[in-house]
Nanobody, 114 residues
Framework: QVQFVESGGGWGQPGGARRLSCGVAGSSGRSYTVGWHRQTPGKQRELVAT???????NYADSVAGRFIISRDNAKNTVYLQINALRPDDTAVYYCNFDPPVPYWGQGTLVTVSS
């Protein structure tokens, strides 16, 4: 069974940056697309960025130009660099395949405030 382990969340000031990591375990192959999602209370989970096995990226309009998704296939790890933090980036961030499988990790909380 695949497992996703997110880390790197925490508090940040507006204008700051954070780097999130997603470890993918239990997947026998590396030829998968991974997406980062975020969710705030009362709202649906939002897909913010995806990266294919070959490194092709795609971003939601709400984060384009500020978020950078990358991956290290040798480490089965996908990263999300969040730059120019804004208060509305406050959310729990999750990673999963794209399209997602029904095995979500615990997520990592990013809080942006001054």
């Amino acid at each position: 069974q695949v497992q996703f382990v997110e880390s790197g969340g925490g508090w940040g000031q507006p204008g700051g940056a954070r780097r999130l990591s997603c470890g993918v375990a239990g997947s026998s192959g590396r030829s998968y697309t991974v997406g980062w999602h975020r969710q705030t209370p009362g709202k649906q989970r939002e897909l913010v960025a995806t990266i294919t096995f070959r490194g092709r990226t795609n971003y939601a309009d709400s984060v384009a130009g500020r978020f950078i998704i990358s991956r290290d296939n040798a480490k089965n790890t996908v990263y999300l660099q969040i730059n120019a933090l804004r208060p509305d980036d406050t959310a729990v961030y999750y990673c999963n395949f794209d399209p997602p499988v029904p095995y979500w990790g615990q997520g990592t909380l990013v809080t942006v405030s001054s």
